[in-house]
């Protein structure tokens, strides 16, 4: 079975990269690939694929979008609620201003347990390799790369 993949970013540059890694290192089709800049395009792009006949296999969608710091944990309850079977990973990568991890909160580690505590399937931070990501995604596919 085919599945979709739908990226979530408010940053072009950002959905064009994880794109492309993943038509390369992914072997995902380009016509598998949906994009969304917003928490509200997201769902709105998630219904119409399954409502189209497709099957979405995979949420991949940045936990900040600028300023508006909780949109991906958002997305993730949202999907959670009406299609609690498509797995979301959440991406990140943010650090501290200084680069030094000043309040606990902002650890990695710490994220990703909150955010797996929450339901995400994975939580990958854009400071470790892209493979990774790409690891991920293939993961929640059931599929190996």
Known sequence: MDYDVLLVSKYLPIRAGE???LETRGKIPAD?????DSKDQALKTLEAVINSGGTVGVVVTDLRFGRDENVGVQLLKAIKTKYASVPVIITSGEDSPSGKIEDPEEDPAVVAD???SQGAFAYYHK???IQDLVDEVATALGRRT
């Open 32 to 36: 598998k690939i949906y994009e969304a």
């Open 19 to 21: 794109r492309q890694v």
């Open 114 to 116: 909150a955010v797996l």
């Open 127 to 129: 400071s470790r390799p």
